[in-house]
């Protein structure tokens, strides 16, 4: 229970390394399939900054690629280096 006090300083690195590259490609990935999905459903490409869409249509597309490469990035670092394992 909690943090091995025997684990080796540089295991951590690695493993702190390995988290931060796994949140960093769920958070591609989540990108490409939520940019995907949108494009199927809407039919036209995610707003950007400077497009001509709604307020609600550009709340609605940062709402939702926040929520999931968020998600994805957590999940994923959570899956490398569980919380509580230490820094």
């Known amino acids: 229970m909690g943090k091995d006090r025997n684990e080796d300083p540089k ?3 690695l493993k702190a390394l390995g988290a931060t590259l796994a949140g960093v490609i769920a958070t591609r990935i989540a990108a490409y399939i939520v ?4 494009r199927l459903v809407t039919r036209e490409d ?3 900054v400077d497009s001509a869409a709604t307020p609600m249509k550009k709340a609605a597309w940062i709402g939702l690629i926040s929520a999931a ?3 994805a990035r957590q999940t994923a670092r959570d ?3 569980p919380p509580g394992t230490g820094p």
């Open 11 to 13: 295991a951590g690195l």
């Open 35 to 38: 940019t995907t999905g949108w």
């Open 46 to 48: 995610p707003p950007q």
């Open 69 to 71: 490469t968020g998600a």
């Open 79 to 81: 899956k490398v280096k």
